[in-house]
């Protein structure tokens, strides 16, 4: 009898007489019952680990597709290739991490996975194509710029339309205070679009911003004036 046919085994009714007989039966069928039990719970335990591994091969090849490239680029960016091996004490770390077979190394894979996208989303982030990985002051111009300039392209369209006279007079005293609030929307601006990553201080660069603000109205106002006596 197979133990694959242990759990089909009537339980057999000890006679009187037979008592010895009936109770080894009883003993013995209960044991290989148990003992089909530890041996399907085995093979569900191997066929577990079996797939565990496999996942793990699986996740280790992704992982490491993924950190080669960024290794790559880091290289690219300056970082020393030093700084791009683990120390021995992080190895160590690691190795303690995954004595739990291959489920644990499955989830310590995973969890590199995670830091793989993370590092990918930081190197996109500070793409060379992207103003928040530019130099503050030139980030920090592409704001103030335009704001600067609104206010005496209006003067100047004004005094173009309307000559020398009071709608030129008028809009170049209204534009007077204009630098100032071209500088503090910049400023707002400047916090808005280019938030800081956690732990450093923005550089909003106030007295670029100042001058840029400020050199626009200046000149044209002068000019403005100098039309205005002059005629």
Do not use: K
């Not at 683990?86 to 991490?97: D, G, N, Q, W």
């Not at 993370?118 to 928040?132: E, H, Q, S, W």
């Amino acid at each position: 009898m197979s133990l694959d046919d242990v759990s089909t085994v009537p339980t057999v009714r000890p006679r009187v007489g037979d008592e010895p007989v009936a109770a080894a039966w009883t003993d013995y069928v209960a044991a290989a019952r148990q003992l089909d039990g530890v041996r399907r719970g085995a093979a569900t335990a191997a066929a577990e680990q079996a797939r565990a591994v496999e996942a793990a091969r699986e996740e280790l090849a992704g992982v490491h597709a993924r950190l080669a490239p960024q290794q790559a680029r880091l290289r690219e960016l300056g970082v020393p290739a030093i700084s791009l091996a683990p120390t021995p004490p992080e190895v160590t770390e690691a190795a303690r991490s995954m004595v739990g077979g291959p489920a644990a190394v499955l989830a310590a894979l995973r969890a590199a996975r995670g830091w793989a996208d993370a590092a990918d989303a930081a190197l996109v982030a500070r793409g060379p194509l992207r103003p928040a990985a530019w130099p503050p002051a030139v980030r920090n111009v592409l704001l103030y710029g335009p704001l600067a300039l609104v206010v005496p392209v209006l003067q100047l369209v004004v005094f173009l339309v309307t000559g020398v006279g009071v709608a030129s007079a008028v809009a170049l005293v209204v534009g007077l205070p204009m630098p100032a609030v071209a500088f503090a929307v910049g400023w707002v601006g400047v916090g808005r679009l280019f938030p800081p990553e956690s732990g450093v201080r923005l550089d909003r660069t106030p007295r670029l911003g100042a001058l840029v603000c400020l050199v626009p109205a200046v000149l044209v106002a002068a000019g403005i004036m100098l039309a205005l006596l002059a005629g």
